[in-house]
């Protein structure tokens, strides 16, 4: 509303003075939805983690149209609120919708380092059953990894839940170890990213083939649960703060092939050291807690190593040694540290040190094992 600058020549000093005028406090108000036809208003509402009432908050704005452009119902999603000085008190959130075709087939070619050539097809519809249950199937195939899973998933309760049900079969080739992993399920998340609850129930059937070595199969109804804190200024591209999960789950004695339980770890957090570098750090620990890793399936247990866990290290290459084959063991831990050399908004180099192993016995995570290393770093709108 009005700046002054008092200039002292002789005490090289300058007084700025600034009133700012930035108006009342707004507060968010109604929603109001334009756009849909097949869907229900609540749909829309039920994906809203805000309150009427709540101060108004420009990020969390933000995340509601995300959010919904996530879902596969919108092919476009505009929210705004109500800059009128009159309505600060309740704003109205004006929420405009352009409504998605309900079936959409995807299909690709890509190569990772990890896993190697692979191809993918998935097949979705947002509105099976004409209540906006969407039905996905998804198939790939990779040289060391061919899945196949089904998903029915309801839209969120207006209490803030989403159910699902799921259906897969995966067979993995890796570090002459062949796994086969049949699971179904059911699952509970909230909508709340920051502040996120997971709870599931699952049945496992699993059979791994190691190279030089018996044969085995298990089998696990496991349950679990999964708390997730994120405090980080950006979900997508985090620059600052730090994300925490903590999981614990068992299996079920009488239903499993071995009652077992387990608990995983997972904490990451970023830094910046100035405009032009800046820090990351990570680490993760998890456990199955039984006498034997036997009766438990692979898909529960721990292998490491590759381009998301110890860097310089084959994809999984790190675990337990039988026969010739490399198999998951019953612990796991996995640090990280990584300095990064802005060279403007998009474009870094990092520096980076992990360390980390799978191993059946807890003594012998004092030997980690250690991958350093440089590479490029790029920021793009869909994440780093």
Do not use: C
Request: aromatic content about 8%; hydrophobic content about 40%; overall charge negative.
């Amino acid at each position: 509303a009005g700046s002054a600058a008092a200039i002292d020549p002789e005490a090289l000093a300058a007084d700025l003075r600034v009133t700012l005028g930035s108006g009342p406090l707004f507060h968010f108000g109604d929603m109001r939805i334009r756009g849909l036809d097949r869907y229900p208003p609540d749909l829309v509402l039920n994906f809203s983690t805000i309150r009427k009432g709540d101060p108004y908050d420009g990020q969390t704005l933000d995340q509601l149209v995300r959010r919904l452009n996530a879902t596969g119902y919108f092919a476009s999603v505009q929210a705004t609120i109500d800059a009128n000085p009159a309505n600060a008190a309740e704003a109205p959130v004006d929420i405009a919708v352009i409504e998605a075709p309900p079936r959409r087939i995807d299909a690709g070619i890509g190569y990772s380092t990890d896993t190697r050539f692979r191809a993918n097809v998935n097949y979705r519809d947002a509105d099976v059953d004409g209540h906006a249950r969407q039905f996905v199937v998804d198939a790939r195939l990779e040289e060391t990894l061919s899945s196949l899973a089904l998903r029915l998933t309801a839209p969120p309760s207006a209490a803030g839940w989403i159910d699902s049900v799921r259906a897969e079969v995966q067979r993995t080739d890796i570090e002459n170890l062949v796994t086969k992993t049949a699971v179904a399920g059911v699952r509970r998340q909230s909508i709340d990213e920051r502040n996120n609850w997971d709870f599931g129930a699952a049945y496992y059937f699993d059979e791994q083939s190691p190279q030089g070595a018996e044969n085995v199969s298990s089998h696990a109804l496991y349950i679990d649960a999964v708390r997730t804190w994120r405090r980080t200024d950006d979900l997508i591209a985090p620059t600052r703060g730090y994300n925490f999960a903590l999981q614990t789950g068992a299996g079920i004695p009488g239903a499993s092939s071995r009652g077992f339980g387990r608990v995983i770890a997972q904490f990451a957090a970023w830094h910046p050291l100035s405009r032009d570098y800046s820090v990351s750090v990570r680490a993760e620990a998890g456990a199955v807690i039984a006498s034997s890793r036997d009766g438990v399936p692979s898909a529960l247990l721990f292998r490491t190593g590759g381009d998301t866990s110890v860097r310089g290290y084959a994809f999984e290459s790190l675990g337990v040694k039988n026969g010739d084959a490399t198999v998951p063991g019953r612990y796991y831990a996995v640090a990280s540290g990584e300095v990064t050399k802005w060279i403007n908004d998009s474009i870094g180099i990092a520096t980076f040190v992990d360390a980390g192993n799978a191993v059946d016995e807890l003594r012998d995570l004092n030997h980690l094992a250690l991958g350093y290393g440089v590479g490029g770093r790029l920021r793009t709108p869909i994440g780093p």
